[in-house]
Each structure stands twice: as structure tokens, then as C-alpha cells.
């Protein structure tokens, strides 16, 4: 009964590839939102959905796209895939409507490694 | 801008020692503050949350924290520390009104049995 979950748990890809990350979540929320953690740990948010609409848009390179089909998934497009993508990337969901005092779960995180 | 700092990086105790772990924080209004722990292979959860009232809060496993609005603080104590607890914890504050979390960079618990 897997609360946030994310596919692939490993990715490891090319420079230059496009690659896909998924994530849904079963808790009936209403926010989701995709952080990425880099070498030094250091967690960053980088697009937050409510409702399947964009509400954080973090400055992130536009090879980076979130798309949300429904309000259980955010899934993450990452076009021509850069050394420097290599990251942790963590998924989350809250119940509100991604305000601050929103509690976020997180899912396990997808390890994307750009060779 | 918001920011947190968390100085500590790696912390190393033996089991039943005392545990405080630092967070200060950077932002000109009123915060809702966090503790999340990551165990080793195993997601972000939350530890414990200070929104507004009592300044001391506690969560789950024995965790408190305290909100000192003067120091822009709120560090994470435990009164005696258990192997189990071995994992990384993360601060996060998010400033009211916005709607998202700043995160520290972690602090790397190990305890030792």
C-alpha cells in the first residue's frame, strides 16, 4: 500500500537521451511536486501541481517538463539529458493545496545517472 | 529570500547519548517549520512540524524540537539516542503565504551500538 511511488527507482542513461520519470500517488491529494537532490544532498523544489495545474515553477532548464494527467500522477520529461542532471529526484504529495502548512510525502526517489 | 542552514553534516554518538541537531533559518515573516528523517533506503517522513502555540513541539520515536523565533532556530533534540536512529535529517521551513518547503542540506546521523 505504497503511499507516493516512483518508476524507475535507477535510471542510467547517455547524454543527449530523453528520459521519462513517473510518480502517483494513492492518498487522494491534491498537490504533488518534484524535487531534486544534488551530490551535496541539498534538496530543491523544482515544480509543484495542484489540481493538474502548474502552481511552482522553479527556475529550471526548459528541458525539464512536468506533465500531470490526472491528480494522482506528475510525471518529469527531461529532454537532451546533461551531465549535470545526474540527481536524486524525489517526488511528494500534500493534501492541501501546496500551502505552507502542508505536511509533504515523499516517495522513495529515482537516481538518475547521465553518462 | 528563504534559506536554512543546518551546520552540522555528519554526527556521530553512541547509543544513550543526547542528541541536539541545529537548523537556523533566514526569512522576514512567519514560518511553519519541519523535521524529516530519511533511514537508510527508505523515503523522506516526517519527523515532527511547528506551525504556531507552544514553541516546544514533539514528534514521533522520542523527538522534540524548539522554536526560538529571536535565534531564527529550531533545533532537534533527543534525550538519548538509540542505533536505530541512525539515518539523515532535514530542516525545511516554509514561509507563510508561499507554497513550498526550503530544505538544509542534512545532517548524517550515525549511531553506534
Known amino acids: 500500500d505504497t503511499a507516493v511511488s516512483q518508476t524507475p527507482k535507477y535510471l542510467v542513461t547517455q547524454m543527449g537521451n530523453d528520459k521519462s520519470i513517473k510518480c502517483e500517488q494513492n492518498?487522494?491529494?491534491?498537490?504533488m511536486y518534484w524535487y531534486k537532490q544534488d551530490s551535496k544532498k541539498f534538496l530543491k523544489i523544482m515544480f509543484s501541481y495542484n489540481n493538474k495545474e502548474l502552481i511552482i515553477n522553479e527556475t529550471v532548464p526548459n528541458r525539464f517538463s512536468p506533465k500531470s494527467p490526472d491528480k494522482a500522477h506528475l510525471n518529469l520529461h527531461i529532454n537532451s539529458l546533461e551531465l549535470g542532471d545526474s540527481a536524486v529526484y524525489f517526488c511528494a504529495s500534500s493534501q492541501g493545496s501546496g500551502g505552507a502548512t502542508d505536511t509533504q510525502y515523499f516517495g522513495p526517489g529515482t537516481r538518475l545517472t547521465v553518462l | 529570500a528563504q534559506s536554512v542552514s543546518q551546520h552540522n553534516h555528519h554526527v556521530i554518538l553512541s547509543e544513550a547519548a543526547s542528541l541536539e541537531l541545529g537548523c537556523n533559518y533566514s526569512y522576514g515573516g512567519t514560518v511553519n517549520l519541519f523535521w524529516y528523517v530519511q533511514y537508510p533506503g527508505q523515503h523522506l517522513q516526517l519527523l515532527l512540524k511547528?506551525?504556531?502555540?507552544?514553541?516546544l513541539v514533539k514528534g514521533i520515536k522520542g523527538f522534540e524540537a524548539e522554536f526560538i523565533k529571536s535565534k531564527f532556530s529550531f533545533n532537534l533534540r533527543k534525550p538519548s539516542v538509540q542505533w536505530s536512529d541512525t539515518a539523515e535529517y532535514f530542516c525545511a521551513v516554509a514561509g507563510s503565504g508561499t507554497y513550498k518547503y526550503i530544505f538544509g542540506t542534512g545532517t548524517r546521523l550515525k549511531v553506534l551500538a
Open positions: 511547528y506551525f504556531s502555540g507552544d514553541p
Open positions: 492518498l487522494g491529494h491534491d498537490t
